[in-house]
């Protein structure tokens, strides 16, 4: 079992709110890690998106619309990406992302569509 | 502005050695709270974290894959290089050079390279 699954595939309208979630394998707690989000566009580099530790420890990347948005939900032991008001352009490929022992742990990616 | 740039083969055959480099530029690889490292992505799948150097030479590897997995550092030409021993199929991927900014504490890749695709086959 990965230690971040996120569901692999998630639909949403224009103008909608989608939330993507990164759930942790039991033994990870979700409330000691920092959780990162980045977006992967087909044929390009993912893009840093955003951290999300607590609502007073996070921020945006460089030039992320702030349509984008950070959240846990520790009853379900998962970090949420939200994104609001939702574009055409948001349509892509987000993976979650912690460090565990000095080593990074992707999520296994959720394609996220917008129709 | 940062940049890095991935070089090295395209077609590798079955337990070679694969031989990546990663050219940095907008930043050096000695300057404190940097960090430099590899993600690879097979074909249609997820982002898998390799390994990563410090500014000042410390090397982390992903626990699976710590015994096939070298780092280091070309200081002159600022440059990363990844080896990875005895490569098999799957080890077919894009793989990633990325910057790793930690020196506000946390530790987020900030800036990605444009990839290059290994394919591994006899």
């Known amino acids: 079992q990965a230690v971040l699954t996120q569901p692999a595939s998630l639909s949403a309208s224009p103008g909608a709110s989608a939330s993507l979630t990164c759930t942790l394998r039991?033994?990870?707690?979700?409330?000691?890690?920092?959780i990162y989000w980045y977006q992967q566009k087909p044929g390009s580099p993912p893009q840093y998106l955003l951290k999300?530790?607590?609502?007073?420890?996070?921020?945006?990347g460089s030039g992320v619309p702030s349509r984008f948005s950070g959240s846990k939900d520790a009853s379900a032991n998962a970090g949420i990406l939200l994104i609001s008001g939702l574009q055409s352009e948001d349509e892509a490929d987000y993976y979650c992302?912690?460090?565990?022992?000095?080593?990074?742990?992707f999520g296994t990616g959720t394609t996220l569509t917008v129709l | 502005q940062i940049t890095l740039k991935e070089s090295g083969p395209t077609l590798v055959k079955p337990t070679q050695t694969l031989t990546l480099t990663c050219t940095c530029s907008g930043f050096s690889v000695t300057t404190s709270g940097v960090g430099v490292g590899w993600i690879r992505q097979p074909p249609g799948k997820a982002l898998e974290w390799l390994t990563l150097?410090?500014?000042?030479?410390?090397?982390r590897y992903s626990p699976s894959l710590k015994n096939k997995l070298t780092i280091t550092k070309d200081i002159s030409k600022n440059q990363v290089v990844l080896t990875m021993t005895n490569v098999d199929p799957v080890d077919t991927a894009t793989y990633y050079c990325?910057?790793?900014?930690?020196?506000?504490?946390?530790?987020?890749?900030?800036?990605w390279g444009q990839g290059t695709l290994v394919i591994v086959s006899s």
């Open positions: 992302m912690i460090w565990h022992n000095s080593a990074s742990v």
């Open positions: 150097i410090y500014w000042n030479d410390d090397e």
């Open positions: 990325v910057h790793l900014n930690y020196a506000s504490g946390t530790y987020e890749f900030d800036n």
């Open positions: 039991s033994g990870f707690d979700v409330g000691t890690y920092r």
């Open positions: 999300y530790k607590s609502d007073s420890d996070t921020q945006l």
